[in-house]
């Protein structure tokens, strides 16, 4: 049983335009999630994380979306850059949890 | 994340060896993180220690997997007699403390031939 469902294996967009990148989870015990991005043969590298308490937030082109009552949460990029191009990995922390259960990731390919 | 150290980068070990995966934590981390990664899936969680204490292990074989996090040096994955199965990228994490964002290391790449 997956806790964490990152639907899309892959999302292609072109560059300048919006990256948009869901995340599901069933745990109602939630209360952190995070986003990491991962280029091959690299360990994840943190990107942008949100408390339970928020519904928004923001760092540079990295914006990430929670929708507590919908159990979703997306990562927005913008503009995309080819750079961008990496997997994307959701992962959510339970209260008094240490570890991070994690999605399985979305690959993101941002043509030129 | 360059700041967890794990060694070796790749490791090739015979069914039936033992393979030893070494994570130093960024400096000031005390919490541990081991993870794997299969081929096509995501990271699934192994075990989180503190020094010298398990915190969860819930995620880890109950065989032939073993980890230590001692009050001097890394943090210890063992697995004893490998099999082709136990092939798979197995990264470390550490953080300051349990509640926030964890960095990772770079991981090991363990070959079972």
């Known amino acids: 049983d997956q806790q964490v469902k990152q639907n899309s294996p892959s999302l292609s967009v072109q560059e300048g335009r919006i990256s948009i990148l869901n995340c599901d989870y069933t745990n109602s015990m939630f209360d952190y999630f995070l986003w990491y991005k991962k280029y091959p043969a690299e360990g994840p590298t943190f990107l942008i994380s949100i408390s339970s308490i928020k519904d928004k937030n923001e760092d540079g082109r990295f914006t990430v979306f929670l929708n507590k009552s919908a159990k979703h949460l997306s990562l927005h990029i913008v503009p995309s850059q080819p750079g961008d191009s990496a997997v994307y990995f959701c992962a959510a922390r339970g209260r008094s949890q240490g570890n991070l259960i994690f999605g399985k990731g979305t690959k993101l390919s941002v043509k030129p | ?113």
């Not at chain 2, 081991?34 to 020094?51: A, T």
Request: with cysteine; hydrophobic share 35%; glycine share 8%.
């Open chain 2, 1 to 113: 994340n360059a700041g967890v150290m794990q060694n070796p980068r790749h490791l090739v070990r015979r069914r039936g060896q033992e393979a030893r995966l070494r994570c130093s934590p960024m400096k000031g981390h005390s919490h541990v993180y081991w993870y794997r990664q299969l081929p096509e899936e995501g990271l699934k969680f192994m075990v989180y220690l503190q020094k010298e204490n398990i915190i969860d292990e819930s995620g880890m074989p109950k065989e032939r997997f073993s980890a230590e996090f001692p009050k001097e040096g890394p943090s210890i994955l063992r697995i004893q007699q490998v099999v082709r199965g136990d092939s798979a990228a197995y990264f470390c994490a550490s953080s300051p403390r349990g509640d926030t964002e964890a960095f990772f290391g770079q991981g090991t790449r363990l070959t079972v031939v």
